[in-house]
């Protein structure tokens, strides 16, 4: 156990380093459109499926709550929270349009609609970032190396890994890191 241990490890700290290496840039930029957004009064829309989903949620709540600082509540939504609408979605139209149909309800231009997919194929994402960009949201992804989001999404954010736990974990540091930027900007002197 101790060796897969050890093994697992290394590889989580092999991705973060080809984050590091790699992403520094587009990090930031997310930071700035974010923090830009939400000076302006915007809200930030989180999406995506199962372990994305719960990412989504996690990085809501970072806003919506407190991540390091003591400070006011910033507008954040977790499009995945609510199994009422994301079942009558499903049910009435289908489950490709449980974000897309929320955005067009909930989102404003110069919002951000943040889209999660490790895939980067989920076509309920594609067809969210399609919906925002369209309402004139500005969209930021979280993805894998490759698929369609990337190329769809304003911002995107490839983690350089083929491995799904890697590109998971990396996904929610991004996200860690994108919350104390934005405290830090828009609160420094709390």
Known sequence: MQETIRAELKASIEAKTQVLNTLVPQIEKAATTMVGALKKGNKVL???????????????????SRFLKERR????????????????????YSFDNIFARQIEGLAK?????????????????IAGLEKAKELGC??????????????????????????TPRIQESHITIGHILCRLIEQELFPNQ
Do not use: C, M, W, Y
């Open 138 to 163: 500005v969209t930021i992804a979280l993805t894998g190396p490759s698929g369609k989001i990337g190329e769809l999404a304003d911002l995107a954010l490839k983690v350089p890994s083929t491995a």
């Open 73 to 92: 509540s910033l507008p954040a939504i977790a499009l995945t929270t609510d199994t009422s609408i994301i079942t009558a979605i499903g049910n009435d």
């Open 109 to 125: 231009p110069g919002d951000i609609a943040f889209g999660f997919s490790t895939s980067g194929n989920s076509r309920n994402v």
């Open 46 to 64: 989180f999406f995506g499926n199962g372990g994305s989903a719960a990412d989504s949620q996690h990085l809501a709540a970072e806003l919506i």
